[in-house]
């Protein structure tokens, strides 16, 4: 599933060609993907002009001169094609300019598409319910430690609760809880002041790397332009059960089992 870092690689993408360009044309090729294409789709964004673009979570944003925002999610295999060279069976929903042409295709058709008033997007019920943006300035460990107040559950588990940190994913939870040191298994409550000092700054670091890198490439993301982020190559614990941990300890990654998902970590330094 495209993570904070492959919505937000997708959003610079689209934005280099769309931001400021009027809607010509929009082509809707099927009623749904996850859930309907709002009714009023085709008839507000044609003819109307892309102010700019923005992310919040794992959404993209695409805001325009009409007060209305589209809003748009890409589930596990969606991505936006630029001015792709030939039509493919899983384009969706199709957006064109006077210059290009932006294809949403969804193979597995778990993404989504909403329209929200622009100055309702904070209050929308699917926002509203969002903790802070990791990179933003609300995610502190001041804010992690009162979040994390009594909890049993893992802190694994509770940095995916997009209640208490908005955007987070599966790989970039494993990656900063190894370069902080902390056990995914920890309960969250019991994870120190200290500890999530540490944590806050490479929560940062390693959405930051990834997004330089293009994010990462796995099963059928890829960036609207084709290219294929890199971050995978820099995975410390992520996929790399069995492997030695990279910090020479003598640790050896291990895989297991919460919530449903894969945690990789290395049980000699992360405590």
């Known amino acids: ?18 931001e400021g360009e009027e809607i010509t044309r929009v082509t ?9 294409f709002p009714q009023d789709l085709v008839q507000v964004m044609t003819g109307a002009r892309v102010t700019s673009l923005g992310r919040r979570a794992k959404y993209g944003l695409i805001h325009t001169d009409r007060d209305q925002t589209l809003v748009f999610h890409l589930g596990m295999s969606g991505r936006w094609r630029i001015d792709p060279e030939a039509p493919d069976k899983h384009d969706h929903l199709i957006m064109e300019t006077s210059d290009h042409r932006f294809a949403l295709c969804d193979p597995r058709r778990f ?9 309702g997007l904070e209050s929308w019920p699917t ?3 969002l903790g802070p943006e990791p990179l933003g300035p609300g995610l502190t460990a001041a804010h992690l430690k009162s979040a994390l107040v009594g909890r049993k559950q893992a802190i694994k ?11 987070l994913g599966n ?8 370069r902080a040191g902390i056990h995914p298994r920890k309960p969250g409550g019991k994870v120190s002041r200290p500890a999530l000092e540490r944590l806050v700054p490479y929560i940062r ?3 930051n790397q990834s997004i330089g890198d293009g994010g990462s490439t796995l099963r059928d993301y890829a960036a609207p332009t084709g290219e294929l982020g890199y971050f995978a190559t820099r995975f410390d614990v992520y996929g790399r059960e069995g492997e030695p941990c990279r910090r020479d ?10 919530g449903g998902r894969s945690t990789w970590f290395c049980p000699k330094c992360q405590r």
């Not at 588990?157 to 955007?167: F, H, N, T």
């Open 28 to 36: 809707l090729n099927r009623a749904d993907l996850r859930r309907p």
């Open 127 to 129: 926002f509203a319910a």
């Open 171 to 178: 790989i970039y939870v494993c990656e900063a809880l190894f």
């Open 157 to 167: 588990l509770c940095l995916l609760d997009q209640r208490i940190v908005a955007g």
């Open 111 to 119: 993404g989504s598409v909403d329209l929200v008033t622009t100055p």
């Open 205 to 207: 670091e390693v959405l």
């Open 249 to 258: 300890d003598g640790g050896t990654i291990r895989r297991i089992n919460q």
């Open 1 to 18: 599933m495209p993570e904070l870092p492959e919505v937000e690689t997708t959003v610079r993408g689209l934005a280099r060609f769309l």
